[in-house]
């Protein structure tokens, strides 16, 4: 994913069931996120939503950057689909495709 956006990804987490990492580019400061499970994908998901926030999600990988209209224009190099999160139990709102 981060040579489609055209930067190198560093690893700065490495948990039990998923790994971050971070790159920059002139357009944008991404945060990568790819996990084991499906399951681990959503429950993360869930977490994030304490935090808000527009992020790209596709099978088993989520990406986070800039604003919503950034990340629908990712989405066609990258697929998935952008899920807006509101912070403390707004409900997401994907977008369609």
């Given at each position: 994913?981060?040579?489609?956006?055209?930067?190198?990804?560093?690893?700065?987490?490495?948990?039990?069931?998923?790994?971050?990492?971070t790159?920059?580019?002139?357009?944008?400061?991404?945060?990568?996120?790819?996990?084991?499970?499906?399951?681990?994908?959503?429950?993360?998901?869930?977490?994030?939503?304490?935090?808000?926030?527009?992020?790209?999600?596709?099978d088993?990988?989520?990406?986070?950057?800039?604003?919503?209209?950034?990340?629908?224009?990712?989405?066609?190099?990258?697929?998935?689909t952008?899920?807006?999160?509101?912070?403390f139990?707004?409900?997401p709102a994907?977008?369609?495709?």
């Amino acid at each position: 994913m981060a040579s489609a956006v055209g930067c190198t990804a560093e690893i700065t987490l490495k948990a039990a069931d998923y790994r971050q990492a971070t790159c920059k580019t002139a357009q944008a400061d991404y945060v990568f996120v790819d996990f084991d499970t499906a399951e681990g994908q959503r429950a993360w998901l869930d977490y994030a939503q304490l935090y808000g926030g527009v992020y790209l999600v596709g099978d088993r990988w989520a990406l986070s950057a800039k604003s919503k209209e950034y990340m629908e224009s990712l989405r066609a190099t990258l697929g998935g689909t952008v899920e807006e999160r509101g912070a403390f139990g707004a409900s997401p709102a994907p977008s369609s495709p």
